[in-house]
């Protein structure tokens, strides 16, 4: 049997932890995910992959606070299987290079508190039953997702909006209770395209208490989006900047599933949606909307829309609650729309 090639050498984790490294080189007798595994296992926390192709041969789930897995190795799957990593804990550092060859549906999940997603290169996911997603975060502390290359995501659609089936993502944020520090969280540098599915979404921030919409706290900032079958940015939840981001959907209509906005506001309260570039999509451009089943619950209000260059697009802004106080739309045509439209 051939030797398991692993080097220790002395070195810094991304969030500042002194740990040894722990590089792990591609071995043809036993796939990199069971490697990972015994390393965490022994106590390594900061997993490095050597150049070449690594396989794993299914999900891997790590429950553990600061793990760093990260390394310019490429890593691949054998056979299909929904998802890469499952990773739980805090102090969370990942940097992969993943090609699915379109036979993986989705590649991390990561759950904590001080998760960092930097210098990632994910590419051709594919989902036939489920859900293709590059990267999730569960979080209701401190993210980063930065500088990250994703392209070439499809989720085979069902043609029944709401179940999972048929969604992809390149980032999706999710929050279920208020975010327990007061930093502020970046989404920032990411270059996304190609997200295809009938629920396509380049970025989506969900933070909810309940069934009420609560503070996410992040800034979306700097971001390169390019071909998207329904949204680039898909904001439900409160205390959100979005600057800065240059969107363009140029696809091939025959696969416009259910195209929307290029940027998405629902029940929004404290939004700021500004200096973003948008052209040439068949979709619209800006969406601000307060669903109905929340308007009891949830205060709306100060949502900031200026200085947006919208080119090309089909229809620049849509309203769909005149009762926000404090909101300003300085750019643009301003059209209305009923407020049971329907936003799954």
Do not use: W
């Not at 969604?167 to 190609?194: D, F, L």
Request: charged fraction near 20%; aromatic fraction near 6%; charge should be positive.
């Amino acid at each position: 049997m051939k030797m398991i090639s692993i080097i220790p050498l002395l070195g810094i984790t991304f969030c500042s932890i002194a740990q040894a490294q722990f590089i792990i080189v591609p071995n043809s007798s036993i796939d990199t995910d069971i490697l990972i595994s015994q390393a965490v296992d022994k106590g390594e926390k900061n997993i490095v992959l050597a150049q070449g192709i690594h396989f794993f041969s299914g999900t891997l789930r790590i429950q553990a606070n600061d793990i760093s897995i990260r390394g310019e190795g490429i890593v691949k799957v054998k056979e299909p299987f929904p998802l890469l990593l499952d990773l739980k804990g805090n102090n969370l550092n990942v940097s992969l290079n993943v090609d699915g060859e379109n036979k993986l549906s989705s590649v991390m999940k990561l759950s904590g508190s001080n998760i960092n997603v930097f210098n990632s290169n994910i590419k051709n996911l594919y989902a036939k039953n489920n859900s293709s997603v590059a990267i999730l975060i569960n979080s209701n502390g401190f993210f980063s997702v930065r500088n990250n290359f994703i392209n070439n995501l499809y989720s085979q659609p069902d043609f029944k909006l709401g179940n999972g089936v048929g969604m992809a993502r390149a980032i999706a944020i999710v929050r279920r209770k208020e975010t327990i520090e007061p930093i502020i969280s970046y989404i920032s540098g990411n270059n996304i395209s190609n997200i295809m599915g009938e629920e396509g979404d380049a970025i989506t921030l969900l933070s909810k208490v309940g069934d009420k919409y609560s503070g996410i706290n992040v800034n979306v900032v700097n971001n390169n989006i390019s071909n998207y079958s329904r949204r680039a940015i898909k904001i439900q939840g409160e205390d959100v900047f979005v600057s800065g981001n240059r969107i363009k959907n140029v696809y091939n209509q025959g696969v416009n599933y259910n195209c929307s906005f290029a940027i998405s506001v629902y029940a929004p309260k404290d939004i700021t949606v500004k200096n973003n570039n948008i052209n040439d999509s068949v979709c619209s451009a800006i969406n601000v909307l307060m669903e109905e089943k929340n308007a009891s619950i949830n205060d709306v209000g100060n949502v900031i829309i200026d200085g947006n260059k919208i080119n090309g697009n089909k229809m620049g802004f849509k309203v769909g609650d005149l009762k926000a106080p404090s909101s300003m739309l300085k750019t643009g045509k301003i059209l209305f729309m009923p407020k049971n439209e329907n936003v799954e």
